[in-house]
């Protein structure tokens, strides 16, 4: 019997290579298989704010009020959330100077790479319908998302009017790409002074990313 398998999507970083852009840049995908009632997991932080990393980690609105315990326990808090869904998820992630500012030799990687998956995946998509909740944050990914899904040939619709504040799976999607950039910087040494106030290494590892890795689609 065909299952509807959420997707939904978030980005981490600058798409293009404006000047002071982001050095690298992620997609995060996300995986439910709908047939999986999540309300009594959402039902757990039902009263936390709507969960948005880079705000939480640098202190800012709606989060410029609250000290750095309490935003560390909301982290951890959503983390414990994020273990307990029965979901799988995938990250994309791209160092912008291998494209040397030419923006298609990315998004023709980008390409190869997400097609790479779902047709190494097939087993996991074929039969099932695909909703994919993106916010159309970037339109360039929604074409890239298109191609690629057309030329798999699986079936799939894009949910119209997605609002991430509405979408905890949404927020998932975003804790895990801010996640996957800690990990890069962290091994590269190009962490923020925010983000070093915030992570401690060896938690961080021990933790959060041993965590998030057992939730990858392999």
């Known amino acids: 019997m065909q299952k509807n398998i959420s997707v939904f999507i978030d980005e981490s970083g600058d798409f293009g290579f404006i ?3 982001s050095k690298y840049y992620l997609i995060t995908l996300v995986f439910h298989n709908q047939n999986n009632d999540i ?3 959402i039902g757990k932080i039902a009263n936390c704010p709507v969960f948005h990393a880079g705000p939480i980690i ?6 410029h009020n609250i000290d750095a315990i309490e935003r ?3 982290f951890q808090k959503f983390l414990i959330f994020t273990i307990g869904l029965p979901i799988k998820s995938i990250t994309f992630a791209f160092n912008k100077k291998d494209f040397n500012n030419d923006i298609l030799k990315m998004e023709q990687k980008m390409i190869r790479e997400i097609y790479s998956f779902f047709t190494n995946h097939l087993n996991y998509f074929i039969d099932n ?9 970037q339109h360039s990914i929604t074409k890239i998302l298109n191609s690629v899904l057309a030329l798999t040939g699986l079936n799939y619709e894009f949910k119209q ?3 991430p504040q509405n979408y905890r799976l949404f927020q998932v999607a975003d804790f895990i790409s801010t996640i996957k950039l800690i990990e890069l910087k962290m091994n590269h040494k190009e962490m923020s002074k925010s983000e070093k106030m915030f992570f401690d290494n060896r938690h961080f590892k021990k933790n959060y990313l041993k965590a998030i890795n057992k939730k990858e689609l392999s």
Request: glycine letters at 4%; hydrophobic letters at 20%.
């Open 19 to 21: 000047k002071d852009a």
């Open 39 to 41: 309300s009594n997991n």
């Open 58 to 63: 640098r202190k800012e609105p709606p989060f």
């Open 72 to 74: 560390k326990k909301y």
């Open 129 to 137: 319908k695909l909703i994919i909740y993106y916010d159309n944050g």
């Open 161 to 163: 009017k997605v609002h």
